[in-house]
Structure formats: C-alpha cells, structure tokens
C-alpha cells in the first residue's frame, strides 16, 4: 500500500508542468552555460599565453 502510494506521487510530480518546465530549462541551460564558460577560458587561455610571450621578449631585450 505504501508503495504504491510513493509511486503514485512520483509520478505525479514526474508528469507535472512545472516539473517538465524545469527539466526543459536545465537541459537547455547547463550546456549554454558549459559552452560559454568554455569560450572564456579559451580567450583567457590565449591571452596568457601572449603575455607570456611578450615579457619573455621583454626580458631577452633586457
């Protein structure tokens, strides 16, 4: 009987609006967010490995 009873409400708030409203939005944003956080570190990553190229020239001239 319990069981049942459990499995009943699960399921209720499985097939509910909101529920698949806010499974719809995460699975959209978690990998807009991933690919953008990416993207950044990618142009953080470039940009130092220029600075680390300009103060080795910086040095050598020194």
Avoid: W
Wanted: charged share 20%; hydrophobic share 45%; with cysteine.
């Amino acid at each position: 009987m319990l069981m049942t009873m459990i499995q009943k409400e699960i399921m209720h708030h499985l097939l509910s609006v909101r529920f698949v409203a806010l499974l719809v939005m995460c699975l959209l944003l978690v990998p807009l967010t991933l690919s953008t956080n990416y993207r950044n570190y990618r142009q953080n990553l470039v940009d130092y490995q220029e600075a680390v190229k300009l103060t080795n020239i910086e040095r050598k001239d020194n």
